[in-house]
């Protein structure tokens, strides 16, 4: 089964994210939770349930992390606006594997967004958007490690 | 005896420095206690546990670091520190880390690099950084099994010309043909992993000269 | 000051070139009288999500030269919509927004410049350092009839790379392009440059 293989040019979010990085997980007060960052959750993902997971994920955030956060400083929402529009970008490369089939969603690769939700729902909304803001360095090195040789050095 | 806390100013500063996942807690002594004996207790979180953890070597101490690699080797999840000053029955509140995430923020240090050349060439034979390791008779983990897209920056500097060239490779020997006899050239080698910037260590420089050229002293004979 | 209501800023364009983008307007004129103006701008994600929001803009909120560099505005290759008002102490113009969003997969990409050295037996390519996006192909090969073409791709300008280890006496050339990951667009090639290596040739 071919994988889906996408361009992306992270450098430019990942450096979006170091900038709010300490300011938003700074707000994160629930140090004994997490959402992504349980390593059980995106470490078992299988290559072939990878591009269904980034697909899910990408709309985990721009259809309600981005959503849920309330952001008052210039500095800091121009850096999630850079990062939510470079998501909604990726949303429309991965849009292309799907209409090739290559996107496929597993039971396994259900499960695992719908863990994330439901540990996202069992925190009070402005919360649970920080703290998702806080973990997207999780989620950007997930998808580092696992769309290579397409990122850009 | 609990110590009345907030009796002395924090100590600032706090953060790791991590190189190959070697991961030290630092700190600076708290503000305007210059010639007094503080002493400092660190403990750690692993982000989504439940409780903060005394680290039993870093009670007490009067220097102003400590070593959590063993705490935080599992490089996946994240991670908490904070210390306090303490003199007497006085201590200070806790000053905390920012969230810590060895995988993305520790420095990749240079590969050992070893030189060998003939007349004309060198051929350079890089060891992957490894990544620390708490007792000496584990098995080593390279760093390029935790980074699979590891790759290393080779400069090399030609003395003689003056001139200076780079090669970005991924495979650990590589062969400059086709050099100048009897030249000395220095090597230096960075790692790299490309994704977010990190701070980077190059090598020591390396120079190696290449050998004489036999030809033409056969000629001259 | 005699001015009852302050003229929005007229023909809003956008020019691009290697992924800089500035945006340009008409001055406003109000005689004796500098004019201040603050541009704001909203990527796709906003206008789908959060239609109210507007951002302003990293180095032009506010402005006095009737043009801004929005590079680092743009950072996604989505459709961006961008506005500039005037103001003038209390008093402000309405938005004039651009007529067509802009999308930095339009930006016009030109060949980079290239420095071919050479090192004894060993060419060395110094490539134009256009920024952190651009990486760059190059295409080089021995001068002579039905010679084969070689690949390298450079991920950074600015700094000497080692290319190829050539035989001496025979000219080699070499012409490159950039490439921009973000936008999937790579530029035309540069003009070929030849060079040739002197010294004794390599034995077979």
Same mark, same amino acid.
Not at chain 1, 83 to 96: C, E, R, V, W
Not at chain 3, 115 to 120: S, Y
């Given at each position: &089964? ?52 980034? =697909? ?74 920080? =703290?998702? &803001? ?10 580092? =490690? ?8 | 005896? !609990? ?5 002395? !100013? ?54 102003? $670091? ?13 991670? $908490? ?19 810590? $995430? ?82 000395? $050239? ?10 977010? !910037?990190?701070?980077?260590? !190059? ?19 | ?11 809003? /364009? ?32 906003? /206008? ?8 302003? /803009? /990293? ?146």
């Amino acid at each position: &089964l071919r994988r889906c293989v996408i361009s992306l040019d992270m450098r430019r979010i990942e450096e979006s994210f170091r900038g709010i990085k300490n300011a938003i997980q700074a707000k994160d007060t629930f140090q004994n939770v997490t959402i992504l960052s349980t390593s059980e959750t995106l470490h078992s993902i299988k290559p072939l349930d990878v591009c269904c997971v980034t =697909k899910n994920l990408l709309a985990f955030y721009v259809d309600r992390v981005f959503k849920d956060h309330q952001e008052l400083s210039p500095q800091i929402l121009r850096r999630i606006s850079s990062i939510a529009n470079s998501f909604l970008y990726m949303q429309k490369t991965l849009q292309q594997c799907q209409e090739q089939r290559l996107c496929r969603c597993s039971q396994e690769a259900t499960n695992a967004t719908r863990i994330i939700h439901d540990y996202y729902d069992q925190l009070e909304v402005r919360s649970a958007a920080i =703290k998702s &803001l806080g973990e997207l360095d999780v989620f950007l090195a997930w998808i580092d =490690k696992n769309h290579q040789g397409t990122s850009a050095a | 005896v !609990p110590c009345v806390s907030g009796g002395l !100013p924090k100590p600032t500063n706090i953060t790791f420095l991590s190189i190959n996942m070697k991961n030290i807690l630092q700190w600076n002594p708290p503000q305007g206690l210059q010639g007094v004996e503080v002493t400092y207790s660190v403990q750690y979180f692993i982000y989504g546990q439940k409780k903060w953890l005394n680290k039993s070597e870093c009670r007490n101490i009067s220097r102003t $670091y400590c070593d959590l690699s063993a705490e935080t080797s599992d490089y996946e999840h994240q991670y $908490y520190a904070k210390v306090k000053a303490i003199w007497g029955t006085n201590c200070s509140k806790w000053a905390e880390t920012g969230r810590f $995430y060895p995988f993305l923020e520790t420095q990749i240090g240079p590969p050992e690099v070893a030189l060998t050349t003939d007349e004309k060439s060198i051929s350079i034979v890089l060891t992957a950084p490894k990544k620390w390791k708490k007792n000496p008779e584990e098995s080593s983990i390279s760093l390029e099994q935790i980074y699979s897209n590891l790759k290393y920056n080779v400069s090399i500097y030609n003395t003689k010309s003056n001139r200076t060239w780079s090669q970005c490779v991924t495979n650990r020997t590589l062969v400059f043909s086709w050099l100048e006899p009897d030249t000395l $050239y220095c090597v230096l080698v960075e790692s790299f992993v490309p994704g977010p !910037p990190r701070l980077a260590q !190059p090598s020591e420089k390396r120079c190696v000269s290449t050998l004489k050229d036999q030809t033409s002293t056969l000629k001259v004979k | 000051d005699g001015v009852a209501v302050l003229p929005a800023p007229q023909n809003l /364009s956008v020019q691009s070139t290697n992924m800089k983008h500035v945006l340009t307007w008409s001055p406003v004129i109000v005689p004796g009288e500098i004019i201040h103006y603050s541009v704001e701008y909203q990527g796709e994600y906003e /206008s789908l999500y959060m239609s109210h929001i507007w951002i302003p /803009s /990293s180095w032009c909120s506010p402005t006095q030269g009737p043009e801004c560099d929005i590079t680092d505005d743009i950072t996604a290759t989505v459709p961006y919509s961008l506005r500039v008002r005037a103001t003038l102490g209390s008093l402000t113009s309405a938005w004039s927004t651009l007529k067509h969003p802009f999308n930095r997969n339009s930006t016009i990409l030109t060949p980079p410049g290239m420095e071919i050295t050479k090192d004894g037996f060993h060419l060395v390519i110094k490539l134009e350092d256009l920024g952190p996006q651009f990486e760059f192909f190059v295409a080089y090969w021995k001068r002579e009839p039905g010679a084969k073409e070689h690949v390298k791709m450079v991920r950074h300008g600015g700094i000497p790379v080692h290319l190829e280890t050539v035989e001496p006496g025979a000219a080699h050339c070499v012409k490159v392009r950039t490439f921009v990951k973000a936008i999937g667009r790579h530029s035309a090639f540069s003009q070929t440059e030849c060079i040739k290596v002197q010294g004794e040739t390599l034995p077979l």
